[in-house]
């Protein structure tokens, strides 16, 4: 049972789930005004429907092209936690003493639990994310073409946190009794294949809607013309306003998928990323629906066809 992490991961979702109840249920009383609580949950173009924003929570910006700090932190860290994975597989290296000890206080597997399959999951889940990590990097650098937004420096050091932590999610699952690898691909399994397949689908959606976002600021030569927002069509832009939110969900599944769908944590992982999407795809929603009069009445949000 991996109680302080479970525990940490239902907080958060459920303190996303209050925000996205609190938003939906002032959104019909005249919109957003300025606060903390409102400078907390948007970032970018939806803080621009705040109106004034006083000086003191200005001064607590920073730039949103820095979320491609959050992705250089990933690959380091998530790829350092699955280059000790793979030794302590495959060459009988034990995870270094305050690996070990930081993944037990955190309710790691003990030495006596079933090995089953749990070495080959957490091996592919780490691979996937850290593949999701360096997609997101490359997207960022090369391009995404990012305006004069801005995130808070709360949600910023949030997010530096939230991928420390989400590797060591994965690894808390494996047993601390590491086995020679050696056989370790013979266990695979039909929900390893499902849960890749889902994985490669989703990334694959989400890149094409990166792409279209960017090609909104530059020119068919690919020069960037413009750092204005417009409609976006094309792919699952069609039906909803947040594809890529929505593809970031579906990614979080396929890795539920690929541990066999018994990993309670990571469920509560999912939760947290429906409901931490959700409500940045209802802002956007928000303020494509006020910025733009023509804007599709048949798309929702974040989930086709339902919200």
Known sequence: MQSAL?????????AFLAALLLELLQAPRGGPRPGLFQDLIRYGKTKSGCGQRPAWLRLLDV????????????????GFLLLLLIQALFLARPFP???????????????NQDVGDKHLSAL?????????????????????VFSSGVIHIVQYCFALGYYI??????????????????????QICWYHILGIMMYIWASIHQHRCHVILANLRKSKSGKVVNLSHSIPFGDWFERVSCPHYFAELLIYVSMAITFGFQNLTWWLVVMFVLFNQALAAVL????YV??????????????????
């Open 63 to 78: 730039p949103k092209r820095w979320f491609s700090h959050f992705y250089i932190l990933s690959v380091v860290w998530n």
């Open 97 to 111: 003493i305050w690996l070990q000890d930081l993944l037990s206080a955190l309710g790691g597997a003990s030495q």
């Open 165 to 186: 932590v989400i590797g060591l999610t994965v690894l808390c699952p494996v047993p601390a009794n590491v086995s020679n690898g050696k056989d370790l691909f013979m």
């Open 124 to 144: 592919l889940v780490l691979m996937l994310l850290w593949l999701h990590s360096f997609r997101r990097l490359i997207e960022c650098l090369c391009i995404s």
């Open 284 to 287: 956007c929603h928000e303020f």
């Open 6 to 14: 479970s525990a940490l991961w239902l907080l958060l979702a459920a």
């Open 290 to 307: 006020n910025k733009f009069s023509c804007y599709p009445t048949h798309r929702k949000a974040f989930i086709p066809f339902l919200f």
